[in-house]
């Protein structure tokens, strides 16, 4: 449900950002049952058999363990959020400087656009309390 | 189990007076999956799809379905869903289900019934009072309420209007039952039908000219089927 796919992307590692996503703020939390693969697969309209190599691959990452006959649950590891989270922003900054450097931003004049940015927002924040 | 195959084609060669169709295609369909057979208008893959189905008998090559040739039992083991409107127009919704159940040991009516009330139709509603979106809907309706572990469907999304696609699309995915059945669909609309796909074969001219894991080949591309099969056919 309200899950966009990127068709240029596999759609098993999206389905694995979203529970992943999910895992970060807190919607899951370490130890708790995973949707069957079944309700999930109708839940998001994906296919069955994205959603299994979607768990399969979580599997493999060490995220979720399956318990026979139970199903599928994260796994009890309380670093699991903050390792996640940490994951998932070095994903998104690497992103992000790999399209500044296309553009011809050095490191410091990037340091520089993200701190002139981050105060301009402060700004606009405090500016809307007035 | 992953590694079997569903459909096994070697060689095959189909001619028309005039007309290559298809020029000696090899290619597996692997079972427990849902394929995507794409390509334009006139690359043979309505022909693929019933030399498969046992509709159209092959000029040379060979067709195995789970390691069968087509015949008897493996048209009882075949679902097949045709482009054209095949109902009698006269017809309820009702009558033609009952039709079905006349014909087909296989067919389960009340999960007929249930995929009916899914795709909100109405039983006495008849035939040709129907929309095109509509027929495409029973259509799918008959195929999925067939209890068989091929489903053969040739263009179901053609003609149809964007609502009813993606119903017929939301059903499909919602009936399909992966431990059991093996889909084979061929459309134009790549776009709305890509990310329902496990496989992709993309015939042009009668050869196939890619195919291959949907999601592997994202990755491997860093594009959707739908661009690279554009980037494939340029």
Not at chain 2, 121 to 129: D, G
């Amino acid at each position: 449900m309200g899950l966009n796919f990127d068709a240029t992307k596999p759609i098993y590692e999206q389905i694995i950002d979203h529970i992943k996503k999910m895992i970060v703020r807190g919607e899951l939390q370490p130890g708790d049952k995973l949707p069957s693969q079944r309700e999930l697969a109708k839940d998001i309209n994906v296919n069955p058999n994205t959603i299994q190599r979607a768990y399969r691959e979580m599997e493999l990452l060490e995220l979720v363990e399956t318990r026979r006959g139970m199903g599928t649950y994260l796994k009890e590891d309380e670093n699991m959020v903050i390792t996640i989270r940490n994951d998932m922003a070095r994903d998104a900054v690497t992103n992000f400087l790999q399209e500044m450097v296309s553009l011809g931003y050095t490191g410091e004049e990037i340091l520089v656009f993200i701190s002139n940015e981050l105060s301009n927002k402060k700004e606009e924040e405090e500016g809307h309390d007035v | 189990m992953s590694k079997m195959q569903a459909v096994e084609i070697r060689n095959l060669v189909k001619n028309y007076p005039g007309v290559e169709a298809l020029k000696s295609i090899n290619v597996n369909f692997p079972a427990g999956k849902i394929t995507g057979l794409i390509g334009p208008n006139g690359s043979g893959k309505s022909t693929m799809l019933k030399s498969i189905a046992g509709l159209v008998q092959p000029s040379s090559g060979e067709v195995l379905i789970f390691g069968e040739r087509p015949g008897r039992k493996t048209k009882n083991e075949t679902a097949f869903l045709p482009e054209i409107n095949h109902f009698y127009k006269g017809m309820s919704i009702k009558q033609v289900i009952n039709l079905y159940e006349s014909q087909f040991s296989n067919f389960n009516r009340e999960r007929a019934m249930e995929i009916l009330e899914f795709m909100n139709l109405k039983p006495e509603a008849r035939i040709k009072n129907l929309s095109k979106g509509m027929v495409g809907r029973v259509k799918l309706t008959l195929t999925m309420a067939r209890e068989v572990p091929l489903i053969i469907m040739d263009e179901p999304l053609s003609g149809i209007d964007p609502k009813s696609r993606a119903q017929i699309l939301e059903g499909l995915i919602s009936e399909y039952d992966a431990e059991k059945q093996t889909i084979i669909l061929s459309t134009h609309e790549v776009l709305e039908a890509e990310k329902f796909f496990d496989y992709v074969v993309f015939l042009e001219k009668g050869e196939i000219k890619l195919q291959g894991n949907a999601d592997d080949l994202r990755a491997e591309h860093g594009m959707s089927i739908q661009d690279l099969v554009k980037e494939v056919f340029e």
